[in-house]
């Protein structure tokens, strides 16, 4: 079981950007990849991205292509979601997730793949 926790989220206008962080408690980090999600009130809980192993591989909702980037440290034990021109829509809670393995991110791609999850972070964009 890998411990995770997310921060970065907070109040932003549109058009702004935040960085998210989620700290992993784990003795090999790089033996997992990672992902956000997010989850709007009232809706279930969508893919925003993933990144493999390494970080030599990542995979992104359309909706946030071009917009948001994930990468790790893993000296620093660490995945990131950067998240630029947000808008509205974006308004979420935030959450990463750990998946054991070594496949390339676009295998990351659905809730059930993951088998720990942190508490979340609310990111809110005004319009």
């Known amino acids: 079981q890998v411990q995770l926790v997310e921060s970065g989220g907070g109040l932003v206008q549109a058009g702004g950007s935040l960085r998210l962080s989620c700290a992993a408690s784990v003795g090999s980090f790089s033996g997992y990849a990672m992902g956000w999600f997010r989850q709007a009130p009232g809706k279930e809980r969508a893919f925003v991205a993933a990144i493999n192993w390494s970080g030599g591989s990542t995979d992104y909702a359309d909706s946030v292509k071009g917009r948001f980037t994930v990468s790790r440290d893993n000296a620093k034990n660490t995945v990131y979601l950067q998240m630029n021109s947000l808008q509205p829509e974006d308004t979420a809670v935030y959450y990463c997730?750990?998946?054991?393995?070594?496949?390339?991110?676009?295998?990351?791609?659905?809730?059930?793949?993951?088998?720990?999850w942190g508490q979340g972070t609310q990111v809110t964009v005004s319009s």
């Open positions: 997730a750990a998946a054991g393995g070594y496949y390339s991110a676009s295998y990351y791609t659905n809730a059930a793949d993951f088998g720990s």
